[in-house]
């Protein structure tokens, strides 16, 4: 039990996909249920039903349900009220079911803390654009940024799985980007 390649390995990827998770909930649940199904990668044994057909399904269906929903007008803001809370139990989920040879106390930690808190700060810096991207542009706009949000799941989802240390660096630009756009929107103190 420690630090050996496949356990960071195991880490990148779990963290990857939660960031993933911020852009949509469904998509890298459904991108680890498809390649723990085809054995691509070994889930923790508690998570194996996350491989199984009806697994598989299941989350396909609600993928493509969640994707589609996002270009609704309207729809997409309720969606984001529900999803920022889903998105941290996504987020621990799949760092759960993925980190492997850890104490369990550690990778529930790890995954409470980078998982489902990656997963939270990225889908909140989401939903707080999609707000503004419907204040300013009366919803038009919103398409885009579901278009946008899409594909970069899609990236860090595939780049998870296949690449994962890729994957993390990755989340390491994207959580710069946030902070950045978070600081140059802030409220500047009044003197």
């Given amino acids: 039990m420690g630090l050996t390649p496949d356990t960071i390995i195991s880490i990148f990827l779990g963290i990857g996909l939660a960031a993933s998770v911020g852009f949509r909930v469904f998509l890298p649940l459904f991108a680890l249920s498809l390649a723990a199904y085809l054995d691509v990668w070994e889930l923790n044994e508690s998570w194996q039903w996350i491989g199984s057909l009806a697994a598989l399904i299941a989350l396909g269906v609600a993928t493509f349900v969640e994707i589609f929903a996002y270009f609704i007008p309207w729809v997409d803001n309720a969606l984001d009220s529900i999803a920022v809370p889903l998105a941290a139990i996504a987020g621990t989920a799949v760092v759960v079911s993925t980190v492997a040879n850890l104490d369990p106390v550690v990778t529930w930690s790890l995954a409470i803390i ?73 409220p500047k103190p009044k003197r």
């Fill in 114 to 186: 980078a998982g489902g808190g990656t997963a939270t700060a990225i889908k909140g810096a989401n939903a707080a654009g999609r707000l503004t991207s419907t204040a300013t542009t009366g919803g038009i706009a919103n398409p885009v940024v579901a278009t946008v949000e899409t594909g970069t799941a899609v990236a860090v989802s595939t780049a998870s799985i296949l690449v994962p240390p890729i994957a993390a660096i990755l989340v390491i630009i994207i959580l710069i980007i946030i902070f950045r756009i978070y600081r140059k929107l802030r």
